[in-house]
């Protein structure tokens, strides 16, 4: 067998360097976002296998040809059932090591079911199951080039298909029909589809901060919040508009400017070596001077890559410090129950001594003409 | 405390009646779609504990409102983290029973993590925590009127969908655009959304079973094969055509016909009583006797309901018998790489004496006119 090379993005080795710190010979991956994040692997279904000397991904017969293609550099090992896979890889690796038979294997204990667990126990009675849970939480959060450049194209698209669809909005147009204009407009934008389900919450609505599209039909006075993203080459964006409808009052705009100006001083706060929590502060300190603190029912922000939600979390209890390369979210909020609500969010890259903005709608207050 | 209704549904009662036989004193569910079937709450995070006496919902603040009113004779838990409530819920209903905080909880061991499950024991050390697997499999296979009457309707909102889109396909599309198209006209139609990543796979991609739309453009002569389904009030649909673009030659309309004989043998299989084996047998013995064996790659079906792959499957490993009421797919396929392939499927529900089509498509063999 030829040495392994090295793969270029240098994850695994990264990963490699981390087995005696966590005590364990080997990991096991199940969560599809981490076997691509590791790999390269696409598929929807695997499982992938890291010792320091072996990298194996686990599919089955519908994916060999991909998995040849795209984790180049891996061994690629084929099932009939995923459990049977795991117990052969596993069982021979742990017979190869000195202590025959037994040992140590880290896994995701966020993803592992008890029903995964309790089989693998019994079919590999050698073998000692280490959870880990922080150990992994922040794997991914710190993006390279490639990943950045992934997530501004994303951005970009899911950007350019709302600005299409903000012209188009009128009065009796329903929530679920400008959710489903706005995402078609995302897919014919190039993205794989939406980042996540797209919110469009219409006056009292817009008062829930997690509110699903309804049949509510949008008017004239409304405030209109649109939180909405793509997907492109697997990684997402995630941004929020709050806009009035024809008209808007001196109170809907009052608590808008509350909330940009608590957008506005969070994206102020960020640069490499803060602390999340500090970055939440900054927004969370502002509304509360401005006595809508109890309104702000959320964190401010969150990490964004593979997944719509990543470490690190931007709130109150958070102890994560900013890296550079890290892409997060800033999205305060007020909302109002029985009224209406707004949140402003942008997408951002953390660098050294500040942060790029990677979603592109301006969010100074807009009422859209009817 | 007045005492407790039943529900409509008795679905709380048979549960309630399982306890002794699995050896349990209450039941913590975590899946948000067996919460759904269960308690009538459609809200996308939670927490259920049934026990004889008690029924509590366990939401997070946003979800308080939609609980009181989705779950109505459910008593009603608000937690700030998860793991807190199910603490004080099931902490307190161990205490109220004659051996003071010890006793057995079932839980669904496909579902809960090993996360979970280690803080549960560790915080809640008079727990046991007993994992349910086949014991809950078959919990929301046999569908009531009301379920049926969903289902129905989300199948007839994508075979509508698809039917227009069918009409605009030329050459030079690409499967993309037609399944973004597809998504669209779904969601247009009073669908919350599409049942599954719709798959639009032509030509060669066509011999793919879990094909995802590609930027591949259509072209006359290609088969273009369209695995869609719509969401209706929470049920989804699941139908497949296989269609030819501009015309077909001899093999293409022959292997078409060989699937389609092995669909209508199927059918004509399903009925309460009979096996899902003998289900499978029917379609795969008529495809291997004429010599596509090897090419039929999967299962003929599985059921479909809230979720779009639930119990039973239809394959030849299944030990499940069919019963009226139960909602699954036929779908056989036969795929030849590198060139192409064809499925068809439709969806039925189990009668006494026979099956009823929900899915609304013809499915003999059709060529779109370019």
Redesign the interface.
Known sequence: MPPEQPLPSGRIERLRERLPLWSVQALLFLDMKNIRYLSGFTG?DGALYIGPDCRILLVD??YITQARAEAAGFDIHQYQSKMDGLVDVMGTDLKSVPNHGSGVVG?E???????T??ILKERLPGLT?Q?L?QELEALRAVKDENEISDIRAAAAIASRALNTVLERIRPGMTE??I???L??AI??GGAQ?ASF?TIVASGENSA???ARPQDRTVRAGDLITIDFGAVFNGYRSDETCTVALGRADAKQERVYQVVKEAHDRAMEAIRAGVSCRSVDEAARSWIDSQGFGESF?HGTGHGVGLDVHEYPRLSAQSESVLEAGMVVTVEPGVYLPGFWGVRIEDLVVVQKDGCAILSKIPKEFRVIKI
């Open positions: 929807s017969g519908r896994f204990a966020e993803t592992m079911t008890v029903a667990w309790t199951l959870p849970r679920r029909e959710a489903a204009d995402d078609a897919r014919r589809e389900s829930l901060p997690h029912t």
